[in-house]
């Protein structure tokens, strides 16, 4: 699982491509759910690699 943080919010995906312009989120089915322009992508974390108990405070 991926998370897309954005300005405006988070888009939690499954599976992404990336292309030129940007990345092309899927959902678990394999269904297209979003566009992200590298201009208003933050970051993409992996949750698998990234978890909330484990975030460091310094």
Request: glycine share 6%; aromatic share 12%; hydrophobic share 40%.
């Amino acid at each position: 699982m991926f998370r897309a943080i954005l300005p405006e919010g988070q888009i939690m995906c499954e599976d992404y491509d990336r292309t030129d312009d940007g990345l092309r989120l899927y959902d678990e089915s394999g269904d297209f759910i979003a566009f992200v322009p590298y201009a208003n992508l933050h970051a993409l974390l992996n949750e698998d690699v990234y978890n909330e108990s484990e975030r460091s405070i310094m």
